[in-house]
């Protein structure tokens, strides 16, 4: 963690809790500094909003019939374990909907 100068703390303590913009000497770099718990808080939502994103997208394929029925994607990711494995791996049961080591 860094220590804050006490230009810095006062201006933080003067804002109450708005956003502070600060800009590094000799640099064209600037960083925003607000409370953790406002930070936290975007990030939720942030996340949020690409979960939902992630949802729309899923029920528009839905929508358009971008689908595949369960068992075709099991042996569809099946086959792909299958083909990943090294050759002659032996002892391994890709029955039933399950990877079995025996």
Same mark, same amino acid.
């Given at each position: 963690?860094?220590?804050?100068? $006490?230009? /810095?703390? @006062?201006? *933080?303590?003067? =804002?109450?809790?708005?956003?502070?913009?600060?800009?590094?000497?000799? #640099?064209?770099?600037?960083?925003?500094?607000?409370?953790?718990?406002?930070?936290?808080?975007?990030?939720?939502?942030?996340?949020?909003?690409?979960?939902? $994103?992630? /949802?729309? @997208?899923? *029920?528009?394929? =839905?929508?358009?019939?971008?689908?595949?029925?369960?068992?075709?994607? #099991?042996?569809?990711?099946?086959?792909?374990?299958?083909?990943?494995?090294?050759?002659?791996?032996?002892?391994?049961?890709?029955?039933?909907?399950?990877?079995?080591?025996?």
């Amino acid at each position: 963690m860094v220590k804050l100068s $006490a230009e /810095i703390a @006062e201006a *933080l303590q003067s =804002i109450s809790g708005q956003p502070l913009t600060v800009e590094v000497l000799g #640099s064209d770099r600037a960083y925003v500094l607000v409370d953790s718990a406002i930070h936290e808080a975007a990030m939720a939502a942030l996340q949020r909003e690409r979960e939902d $994103a992630l /949802i729309r @997208e899923g *029920l528009e394929d =839905i929508d358009t019939g971008r689908t595949q029925p369960i068992l075709e994607a #099991s042996s569809e990711i099946r086959a792909m374990i299958v083909e990943r494995l090294p050759s002659g791996t032996a002892g391994w049961n890709f029955g039933n909907g399950q990877i079995r080591h025996y």
